[in-house]
């Protein structure tokens, strides 16, 4: 759907959502005092800084100074854009994205032509690898490999005829190229980037065609081709097969990690249809937290030669920082020469689940490869052990899941006093800081941060008629931009507040200034922010009078300047 998101469509799902139910959905939360806490998912802690208050709608870590609204959190901690986030939390309320007319254009072309474009190449292949005469000898290959008409229709397999411009006959070449379908030669002249290829397309967890994966058949290479990184595609954030799962079943209890689009095709049409696929490179933390959204166990299943078993391990090292308690990685080796989509049509889909079900935890596996080569039972073995797993172990997020790998690690090495991670002060002893360092503030971030959590105190200014010629200070722009957002939305919350600023060169500083707390009483403080405000005038007004004081002496005044330092020393406060 063309056009930009309308932002009181933003305003509105920041209202609907409620901050600690989203967060807690991806961070469990407990309840401390009027806020909910948690040990922060973007630095390592081994005491809870992060806070997340409901009445703000916020979160904050008074550990690593991240915080932000729901739209900011899903951006940082799933590695999304701006639209991505707005898009999965309206998924997480229940409700559709609607656009304005009109969108900007990305290159040549807006993103929604580009999936226009893929979803009509997509069937342009389908249709080939049905009507296509030459097309016998992929549809030989997918009945050699045992695929049925159904499984190929709910992957949407197609085939690319052995043309240089099939598609380049269809449609507009800088499209094309836009999209990752066509190749630029030096000459200005394009050519199809799969050609006599059985093709493989790759959907989004929304079911949009983003890419493409495409297989010879024949002995050329590359054996298997997938389309580059375009404005829709990014492969490091993207896995096969994840819209086919989520169709079947949205909450799964595991999802298995292979290597290959058949082996993740062969597990469906066996009945094991919670199996996805990196496309063509190594498992990384975004392809790990990504699954994690949907399930709190992955089973690593690759193949059992040399590469996949180089594979598990790469994988094993990116799961490290995403494995927070409640999470779960498992390892199911398989022996050399073995793949699951070979696997499961020898020994049946009850024998391969059960397989999945008994896979390694990746805590032995973890030791298992670090010993290899090693005698534990004597001194430099057990330091040697330590000396490989303590970088590793210091990539674990803080938690239960952290102390027990420690707690493996004193076991095997038979050193009982190992300490790999930073001592971190508690909740209650950094608010303690921050209200000593309340003391320090100035007058304007005051007012500008209790203003900002309290929007409603605009009837404070609005009650003292402040002159702002006279207010000529650092940040009072800001302050004025901040009234001018509050008297035209009187409704704002704290959270729509903070979006009110994102892209901003202030957006950082107005992140902070929200998510300060003042330890001051309730009741107080609206009193500490009216004296906060006399405070601002009176410098502003201290200010104006030894700057005219100056340009007295040096050069003189208009009357009218002068009659405003009369005023000023008639009226010091």
Known sequence: ??????????????????????IDSYVPLKKAGSSYVARCPFHTEKTPSFAVTRSKQLYHCFGCGAGGNAITFLMEHGHLGFVEAVEDLADFVGVQVPRESGSAPIKKNNVTEVYQLLEQAASFYIDQLRDNEAAKVAVDYFKSRGLTGEVAREFQLGYAPDSWDALSKQFKPQALIEAGLAVAKE?????DRFR??????????RGRVIGFGGRVLDDSLPKYLNSPETSVFHKGREVYGLYELLSKNSKPERIVVVEGYMDVIALAQFGLGYSVATLGTATSKDHLELLFRFSSELVLCFDGDKAGKAASWRAV???????????QV???????????DNLVREEGLEAFESRVSSAQTLSDYFFERLSQGLNLSDMEGRASLVSKARGYLEKLPNGIFQDLMQDKLKS???????????????????RYRQSQADKKL??????????????????????????????NLAGVDLLRQVLEIIAQHPNINQSQLVESFRGQESEKYINIMMNHDFLIPELGLKDEFSGAIDRLLQQGRDGRFLELNAKQQVEGLSDAELQELRNLINNPK
């Open 1 to 22: 759907m063309a056009g930009k998101i309308p932002q009181t469509f933003i305003d509105d799902i920041l209202v609907r959502v409620d901050i600690v139910d989203l």
């Open 187 to 191: 000459n200005g002249s394009t050519y």
């Open 196 to 205: 006599g290829r059985v093709i493989f397309p790759i959907r989004d967890r």
């Open 317 to 327: 090292e990116s799961a490290l920082p995403c494995l927070r308690d409640g999470r």
């Open 330 to 340: 498992r390892i199911m080796q398989l022996s050399t020469g073995v793949d699951p």
């Open 412 to 430: 095997l090495s038979k050193i009982e006093k190992l300490e790999f991670y930073p001592k971190a002060t508690t909740l209650k002893s950094q």
């Open 442 to 471: 100035s007058p304007m971030r005051v007012v500008v941060s209790l203003l900002l959590q309290n929007p409603e105190f605009i009837e404070v200014i609005e009650q003292k008629e402040i002159n702002w010629a006279v207010v």
